[in-house]
Nanobody, 125 residues
Framework: QVQLVESGGGLVQAGGSLRLSCAAS????????MGWFRQAPGQEREFVAA????????YYADSVKGRFTISRDNAKNTVYLQMNSLKPEDTAVYYC??????????????????WGQGTQVTVSS
């Protein structure tokens, strides 16, 4: 199995930027398609972005398209989420997730096999 650890969250003003990282350890990172999800208080977990094992296929939620960029570095066993033009409604705990043995992953949380512990992102107005 794989262990996932997110970092890079914090407090930022609206319009600012943050870069989240998710470091993987355990099995070979390149076997996993990766995704980012977020969950605000009192709300369901929401899909943000996904990237295929090679990085050649990427998928975004409409709410973040044009503002967020997902990427991965298989040599560093890390997936990233660059978040620009942040809005207060982006405030949430952000989780990375891994899908085993499939080239790509999509927006459904049940597709994913492993989850990190989350990192808090707070955007002030």
């Amino acid at each position: 199995q794989v262990q996932l650890v997110e970092s890079g969250g914090g407090l930022v003003q609206a319009g600012g930027s943050l870069r989240l990282s998710c470091a993987a350890s355990g099995r070979t990172f390149s076997r996993y398609a990766m995704g980012w999800f977020r969950q605000a208080p009192g709300q369901e977990r929401e899909f943000v972005a996904a990237i295929s094992r090679s990085g050649g296929s990427i998928y975004y939620a409409d709410s973040v398209k044009g503002r967020f960029t997902i990427s991965r570095d298989n040599a560093k066993n890390t997936v990233y989420l660059q978040m620009n033009s942040l809005k207060p409604e982006d405030t949430a705990v952000y989780y990375c997730a891994a899908r085993d043995s499939f080239d790509s992953a999509g927006p459904s949380y049940y597709e994913y096999d492993y989850w990190g512990q989350g990192t808090q992102v707070t955007v002030s107005s």
